[in-house]
């Protein structure tokens, strides 16, 4: 297993359109987490995943942002009508629950909207 | 209102010497806390955690602190290495080892010096 995986690294997209990024967790982990991260911040918690589950979104994310995990596998975060706030890297963790290790996190994907 | 605070953005260190980053906290249900290093262009990685029942854990040349009463824990690196140059992370939890959603501090970006 080569950790979490995400694509597209980077994305440039013109306002108003709509953008999907993928996230592979690492296959024995069943939770699965979004981030996003501006410049000069900490990942702000966007909303995760026990298995197919979503369990907890934050008030960060607007009913432009929806998240899917089918089958408990990979995940994907759509952002529709994107804006120029949207612009951001955007983080993908997964873990082993109970693990009380952390997180591991992939590379980000990085999204501009132009 | 921000929950987690690195209150310095940069830190400067020479190689040989102690490095130490400090992070406080204000919401006292945090009972978990971690702290992640990153490299530009790759997610946040896992460094080292601390539970609320614990005041110190040591893994190698890092040692995390925990002061309770203050609300305020700790990193050192010693002796500290070129190669731990990155920008470094404070997170928390209110649930221990449950692995609820991490709220991260704005970080400390440490350059050691050769």
């Known amino acids: 297993d080569t950790g979490v995986s995400q694509n597209p690294r980077h994305k440039i997209t013109k306002r108003g359109q709509n953008v999907t990024f993928r996230c592979d967790p690492i296959s024995e982990h069943n939770r699965l987490y979004w981030y996003r991260q501006t410049l000069g911040q900490g990942p702000e918690f966007l909303t995760y995943f026990q298995n197919e589950a979503q369990l907890e979104k934050s008030r960060l994310l607007s009913d432009r942002f929806s998240a899917e995990r089918p089958k408990g596998s990979f995940s994907t975060l759509e952002i529709q009508r994107t804006e120029q706030g949207d612009s951001a890297m955007y983080l993908c963790a997964s873990s082993l629950r109970g693990q009380g290790a952390g997180y591991t996190f992939g590379s980000g994907t990085r999204l501009t909207v132009v | 209102d921000q929950q987690v605070k690195q209150n310095s953005p940069s830190l400067s260190v020479q190689e040989g010497r102690i490095s130490i980053l400090n992070c406080d906290y204000t919401n006292s249900m945090f009972d978990y806390f971690l702290w992640y290093k990153k490299y530009p262009a790759e997610g946040p990685t896992f460094l080292i955690s601390i539970s609320s029942i614990k005041d110190k854990n040591e893994d190698g040349r890092f040692t995390v602190f925990l002061n309770k009463s203050a609300k305020h824990l700790s990193l050192h690196i010693v002796p500290s290495q070129p190669g731990d140059s990155a920008v470094y992370f404070c997170?928390?939890?209110?649930?221990?080892?449950?692995?609820?959603?991490?709220?991260f501090g704005k970080g400390t970006k440490l350059s050691v010096k050769p």
């Open positions: 997170a928390a939890s209110a649930r221990l080892g449950s692995q609820g959603n991490l709220i």
